[in-house]
Each structure stands twice: as structure tokens, then as C-alpha cells.
């Protein structure tokens, strides 16, 4: 099952790490995605920063838009919703439906070729697919 948060305003990268380590401390998240405008590569850009994502840093190259997860059961939008009202004081809204692909299509076999093989499966679905290889998706795995 996939929820998306959508907050009524674009996310600055403090209130975006906040965020996401807050969901990832969630038991029944399985993968995040964040969305947005992507933000240009200069040095005087406050928001293209390195972000601290459960110890490990990843390069913020977006402004956060919007917030994909895919969850186990319904029993976590809940748990959601405070992490939200809590970082989100502006505002939010929530969507049930499916927001990330969960398979290989027929377009990632045609832009890979053979090395559609190589990616791990967790990959599809989480990048844009118009973007480098090495501009593409951080995994952060969770600690057991």
C-alpha cells in the first residue's frame, strides 16, 4: 500500500531531514521517495545541502514537494499523521493509492538494456528516469 504526503507548501531541507528521520523511525515504512522542484546546482543555495537521514548523508537535490511511502497496512497512516502535525504546522494532506512502481516496465528495459539485470529490484520505481545513473535514488537501509 502507497500514501503520499502532500504539504500545502514546498519543504526547507531542515524541516525535510526532520521529516523523513521522524517516518523512518516508523515500523511498518518500507521505502520513501521525495519529490520536487530540483534545485540548481550552485553553492549558494541554501537548500542543496547534504541531509542526515539516519546517520548516513544524502545530497538534497530537490525541493521537497511531496513525500511517497509505501507502508505496510493502514495501522500506519495513523502514526503518520502525528510525525505530520508536528513538522507540518502549515498544513498537509494525505492519499491513499499507488504511487510507486513495484515492478520493471518495458521502459526500463529499453533505457538499461542488458543492465536493467544489475539494478536491485528496490531501485525501480524511486527515480527519475530521465536522470544520470549517479544522479538517481540514495537506499538508506534500516538498522535491525
Known amino acids: 500500500m502507497d500514501i503520499e504526503i502532500f504539504p500545502h ?7 525535510t531531514e526532520k521529516l523523513l528521520n521522524n517516518l523512518e523511525e516508523i515500523e511498518g515504512v518500507k521505502r520513501m521517495v521525495i519529490q520536487g522542484q530540483r534545485l540548481p546546482q550552485t553553492e549558494d543555495n541554501p537548500d542543496r545541502r547534504v541531509i542526515t537521514i539516519l546517520g548516513e548523508e544524502v545530497d538534497l537535490q530537490v525541493k521537497t514537494g511531496r513525500v511517497l511511502m509505501e507502508i505496510e497496512d493502514e495501522a500506519v497512516i495513523e502514526q503518520v499523521k502525528i510525525i505530520c502535525e508536528d513538522h507540518l504546522p502549515f498544513g498537509y494532506n494525505i492519499h491513499v493509492g499507488t504511487f510507486i512502481r513495484k515492478q520493471k516496465t518495458v521502459t526500463d528495459d529499453m533505457k538499461y538494456g542488458e543492465a536493467a539485470d544489475e539494478i536491485p529490484e528496490e531501485m525501480f520505481g524511486l527515480t527519475d528516469q530521465n536522470a544520470q545513473l549517479s544522479e538517481r535514488a540514495t537506499i538508506i537501509k534500516k538498522k535491525d
Do not use: N, V
Open 9 to 15: 507548501r514546498l519543504l526547507s531541507a531542515d524541516t
